[in-house]
């Protein structure tokens, strides 16, 4: 674990490069796969769940007996923390919800706006190195209290066929039945065209491998929407001489065991810290489960020197973390300036695991630096606006001429006579 000290803002490129592959290496594949789930539909669907997860499977569909199995093979203290989450999710998105926005633009001109809900939508729970059945709660309760009619759940099976029965539980907790045993590529594939089984959808949510990140961009190319690039995980955490070494530690690990392309980046403005936090690393990497993979990740992590939190919010916003986790002495000096981050944590008592499970808030988000420009998932995601006008003969006297000097300034004749008919007829009245 090297630290990198007041690295020069030519260098940061290349200094903060996630370990992933370009697009360009996927594409090919994505397309290859894409082009059989056109043709052959589910034949092709169950061939790559047999090649790629090792699941010889007759069946996609997750039938009502597996569901109604998997409720008696969770626990009782699981299903509570599960229900404890799902209730604090639903708060939080609930409050989101906001009133139509009317307005009269001028006398007999009224504009509004509201928000209808996406009615297909498709929801990727990632199942491979994690069974990942937090992330159902994190779209199956938004997609629900927007009112999305068709909701379809895809996520990866073992090599038995069977899916995670905790999955199962918490998408029937949130009222998801359509759920199919399918993931990777070959499920963002039969999402975007349909197949004999698999509904099409107009929109498809949900974080996964550098493979299904690649082919959710792909499917934007064939009439679906995506909430946004969410691939590998990552974490940044900004933290001084005030910060508790081990906590950090341990947040930069829950990251790193999540894969071996995950990143994890610590900026400091003490050398001390970030020495106290390696040590940490070390010591807690020892008994963690998944130290192997938390290992490799942590090859790719960065710690980084830098003078004053003024570089430090520079390098930050350079970056644009997934997650980013405060904590300094002055914490509200990153909090009212930063401006690319897809999640943040403040305090030293906010792990960033609080939100992937159980505060409320959404953990699908931006990664590979998409936070400069994607937000992460909320309950806008799930709905479209819609925009509505109503003119009167009055708001026609009133913006009638604009209209036709403008649209003749375009050279649009139809466009003017359209008002035109108008005016006359107003006139005549």
């Known amino acids: 674990m090297k630290t990198i000290q007041f690295p020069k803002r030519e260098d940061w490129s290349e200094l903060l490069k996630r370990p992933t592959r370009t697009f360009k290496d996927i594409e090919t594949t994505v397309d290859d796969i894409f082009k059989n789930i056109q043709q052959t539909g589910d034949e092709a669907v169950l061939k790559y769940t047999s090649m790629f997860d090792g699941a010889d499977l007759k069946d996609l569909r997750v039938t009502t007996t597996e569901i109604e199995n998997a409720q008696h093979q969770v626990s009782d203290p699981l299903k509570s923390a599960i229900q404890l989450a799902k209730s604090n999710i639903s708060k939080f998105h609930e409050a989101q919800k906001t009133e139509p926005v009317r307005v009269e633009t001028q006398p007999g001109v009224t504009c509004w706006q509201a928000k209808k809900p996406i009615q297909k939508v498709g929801l990727y729970i990632p199942g491979g190195t994690a069974s990942l059945f937090s992330t159902v709660l994190m779209l199956a309760v938004p997609a629900k209290i927007a009112g999305c009619s068709e909701i379809v759940l895809c996520t990866p099976p073992n090599k038995e066929g069977k899916i995670n029965p905790v999955t199962l539980y918490t998408a029937e907790l949130c009222g998801i039945n359509k759920i199919f045993k399918v993931g990777g590529i070959q499920a963002i594939g039969a999402m975007t065209f349909g197949t004999e089984s698999i509904p099409k959808v107009y929109k498809i949510f949900g974080p996964g491998n550098q493979y299904v990140t690649v ?77 192997e993979m938390a290992s490799k990740a942590i090859e790719n992590s960065k710690f980084i020197l830098v003078k004053d939190q003024d570089s430090a919010l520079e390098l930050i916003d350079f970056y644009g973390p997934e997650h980013f986790i405060i904590s300094t002495k002055d914490d509200d000096f990153y909090v009212d300036n930063i401006n690319n981050a897809g999640s943040v944590f403040i305090g030293k008592y906010t792990p960033e695991s609080a939100g992937d499970y159980a505060s409320g808030t959404n953990h699908t988000l931006p990664t590979n630096g998409y936070a400069k420009q994607y937000s992460g998932v909320n309950l806008d995601s799930f709905n479209k606006a819609i925009t509505y006008q109503k003119i009167t003969e009055e708001g026609i006297k009133g913006i009638g001429e604009a209209v036709e000097l403008m649209a003749e300034a375009e050279g649009l004749q139809a466009h003017k006579n359209a008002m035109t008919l108008r005016r006359k007829a107003v006139e005549n009245n």
Request: overall charge negative.
């Open 215 to 291: 082919a959710k961009q792909v499917s934007t190319t064939f009439d679906v929407s995506i909430d946004m690039p969410a691939g590998p995980s990552e974490l940044l955490i900004v933290a001084d001489e005030t910060a508790n070494p081990e906590f950090v530690a341990s947040d930069l690990l829950s990251q790193a065991e999540h894969g071996v392309d995950s990143q994890v980046v610590l900026v400091s403005t003490d050398e001390d810290t970030i020495t106290a936090v390696q040590r940490a690393i070390k010591e807690q990497l020892e008994v963690l489960p998944r130290k």
